[in-house]
């Protein structure tokens, strides 16, 4: 059952309150339904415009369900205190229509939560978005591949386009593509609006017949699939088809995307490279695989910078594939791609997948992809890359779907806001851009901060995590914890994350090496003291760093510190548009001004000093 969360605990900092959102309460399930007009006394929450924006108003009473309506086909570009804004793309339309949705109901769906009348314009866009999903065809022919439209002048015209002509064979009417083309045609056809349906098939890799689920783990525990897990794995694999076998699984953080990937692996049974984010998450990949299949030591290798094992199953990390001796030298470990006849490839957080891994996955099409991630964003604006090469969504769940039901941690953002002294707000107005954000993220009343929040949660296992070095090393010293950064030894941040699991250790302090793959299962209070500017998916990974349900059915919460009227609070907004999408709003507090009331806390000290 859900925990009530109750008030905040009782800290000594002065807070000052702000209504908050209301919170979803609304599953995906019937995101497309059309409300009856008896359920909306109110006027409708969405006001459509023609640019393809959409502005959703917070305070009308369909809030929550319009959001999630939205989310199946829109991208929430900002969310200030009372009106969302969200953009439709042809990417977030394709993305729906590989899920299944048609144009008609989606705009049906639209008109009778919007105000006023959808643009035309607009309607007539969303239209030939859908319409152009699935317009080309790639299959199997004899000897190549073959590149099929039910528009045959269509074909010719792309023939000719520039980036498409080198790369097909026009014989008779019919485009041929060579196998090594199949990635890069994706890429180059996307490119002009024209998304590939992709039916060409795979090759079988190497048998992995004796790779079983278990339904205990070596430790004795009970173990099974959640239903959301199974389904997203059979949805995947598509009983085999070769309209499935590739795309990419978006699930919260905590919600157990490893054991995802597990699955279809289980589904399949040929030899598998997964692609992770650094070597404590190649660790935890080998451990979560040897508890819970029947996996052996000897059939699981590590390729890291460490160790270069090439096993049936092998893990990898991003890192070494993409190291080179300098910027024209080649990629000397993209050759782990073909050096064993895999039947799958696991693109783990594929949402930081580094660019020249985009090169080599343009090659592996042959190869079953699945990518695993808490969010589609990337803050390099490859989501067509990822949608050609890796696939299309092909399955997602609403964060607050599965906290209501009790698979992920039920949670509560607050973001506290402090203000610079006079002398740091003279030294902020007059530096460089990038000067300015650090002096506003490290000024040193978040550390003050910290120490009220660190006695509010005394008992609670606590994660603070930073951007700058000598802002979390000064914090470390301060309160003398433990301190994890890219430079930290592998086997000695095992130890710390072992020692905080366990609970030998309480606090902990890590830099951004903490944002991603970190099974931290009773970790439930978060304090981010700095961010990477505007980053919507390190705010949603460092949420997930606490989400996963805690043996004892507690609550987590997590705390955004930030610089009032300061670039700081700027990026901190940008940062939670993806969570506000999710159904999370934001408590904001702000630290009291300086008083009389004694020697206690932040309010004694004041702003920042």
């Known amino acids: 059952m859900p925990v009530s969360l109750g008030p905040l605990p009782a800290c000594s900092v002065r807070w000052r309150s702000f209504p908050a959102p209301r919170p979803s309460k609304q599953q995906l399930s019937s995101a497309l339904t059309v409300p009856a007009p008896a359920a909306r006394p109110s006027p409708p929450p969405l006001i459509v415009q023609s640019d393809r924006s959409i502005v959703l108003e917070v305070d009308q009473p369909g809030f929550a369900e319009a959001r999630d309506f939205l989310a199946v086909f829109a991208e929430l570009e900002k969310a200030p205190e ?103 045609l994706k890429q180059a056809l996307i490119g002009l609006g024209y998304p590939v349906e992709d039916l060409a098939g795979y090759r079988t890799g190497e048998a992995l017949k004796d790779l079983r689920l278990r339904e205990r783990t070596t430790s004795g525990e009970p173990f099974a699939l959640r239903p959301y897990q199974e389904e997203a794995a059979r949805v995947f694999w598509a009983a085999g088809a070769a309209h499935g076998g590739s795309g990419v699984i978006v699930l919260p953080c905590g919600a157990g995307k490893t054991v995802v990937g597990m699955a279809v692996m289980d589904l399949l049974r040929e030899e598998t490279l997964v692609l992770t984010t650094n070597t404590v998450a190649v660790r935890q990949w080998r451990r979560e695989l040897l508890e819970k299949t029947t996996l052996r030591e000897e059939d699981i290798g ?207 302090v890590v830099s951004k090496v903490g944002n991603f793959a970190i099974d931290l299962p009773d970790a439930s209070v978060a304090i981010q003291l700095s961010g990477a500017f505007g980053s919507r998916q390190e705010e949603a990974q460092r949420l997930g760093r606490i989400l996963r349900p805690k043996s004892d059915g507690s609550a987590a919460v997590f705390y955004a510190v930030v610089t009032a009227g300061t670039k700081d609070a700027d990026f901190a907004a940008k940062r939670q548009r993806f969570l506000a999408e999710q159904g999370y709003s934001y408590e904001i507090r702000e630290v009291g001004e300086p008083t009389q009331d004694g020697p206690d806390g932040v309010l004694a000290r004041g702003e920042a000093s």
């Open 302 to 508: 590590e390729y890291t910078g460490e160790r270069k094992n090439l096993r049936p199953v092998t893990i990898a990390t991003y890192q070494i594939l993409t190291w080179r001796r300098g910027r024209e030298e080649p990629f000397e470990h993209f050759d782990v791609f073909g050096r064993r006849d895999w039947g799958l490839v696991i693109y783990d957080e594929v949402h930081l997948l580094p660019a020249p891994v985009f090169r080599a996955t343009a090659e592996l099409q042959t190869r079953r992809r699945l990518g695993l991630t808490a969010t589609l964003l990337r803050e390099d604006g490859r989501e067509e890359d990822v949608f050609s090469l890796i696939g299309p969504k092909r399955y997602g769940v609403p964060w607050k779907d599965l906290e209501s039901r009790g698979f992920i941690a039920e949670a509560r953002c607050v973001e506290i806001r402090l203000s610079l002294s006079p002398e740091e707000r003279q030294l902020y107005m007059s530096a460089p851009a990038r000067t300015a954000y650090r002096i506003a993220s490290t000024t040193p009343g978040k550390l003050n901060v910290v120490e009220d929040l660190l006695a509010c949660h005394a008992n609670e296992r606590v994660l603070i995590i930073g951007q700058y070095l000598d802002q979390l090393r000064e914090l470390s010293a301060r309160f003398e914890l433990p301190l994890i950064t890219g430079r930290t030894p592998v086997g000695e941040r095992e130890r710390l994350y072992e020692a905080f699991r366990s609970g030998a250790i309480m606090r902990l």
């Open 82 to 184: 009372h009106v969302h804004f969200y953009r439709v793309t042809p990417i977030s339309i394709w993305n729906a229509a590989a899920a299944g949705l048609h144009a008609e109901p989606l705009l049906d769906g639209l008109a009778a939560r919007s105000r006023f009348p959808v643009p035309p314009s607009l309607e007539s866009e969303i239209r030939d978005w859908f319409r152009r999903y699935g317009l080309l065809r790639l299959e199997r022919g004899e000897g190549a591949l073959t590149l099929t439209s039910s528009e045959p002048d269509l074909l010719g015209e792309l023939a000719r386009a520039r980036d498409v002509a080198p790369l097909v064979q026009v014989a008779n009417g019919v485009l041929r593509v060579e196998e090594g083309n199949r990635g890069l």
